[in-house]
Nanobody, 122 residues
């Protein structure tokens, strides 16, 4: 059973930066698309960024140019570097994985971690 554990969330002021990390375990790292999802209270789940097993990268329009997704295949860690954070980025961020979906389908990835809270104040 795949397991994902996020860390790195916190509270920052607008314009600040955070780096989220996700440690993956319990399955063969290769063969899965990996990504980040976020959900704010009262809002729908949103796919933020993903790296597809096929090699493609996806970013939501709202984070393009500010967020960067990367992975360390040796350590099995997925990262999300978030710069120029805005109050509207405030949400619970979840690491997610899926064996069958493409990167652009990150919001529907079947395996998710417990989440890490990101709060951006103005």
């Amino acid at each position: 059973q795949a397991q994902l554990m996020e860390s790195g969330g916190g509270s920052v002021q607008a314009g600040g930066s955070l780096r989220l990390s996700c440690v993956a375990s319990g399955y063969a790292y290769g063969g899965y698309s990996l990504g980040w999802i976020r959900q704010a209270p009262g809002k729908e789940r949103e796919g933020v960024a993903a790296i597809g097993d096929e090699g493609t990268t996806y970013y939501a329009d709202s984070v393009k140019g500010r967020f960067t997704i990367s992975e360390d295949n040796v350590k099995k860690i997925l990262y999300l570097e978030m710069n120029d954070l805005k109050p509207e980025d405030t949400a619970m961020y979840y690491c997610a994985a899926d064996k069958w979906r493409l990167a652009k389908e990150v919001a529907k990835f079947s395996v998710r971690g417990q989440g890490t809270q990101v709060t951006v104040s103005s």
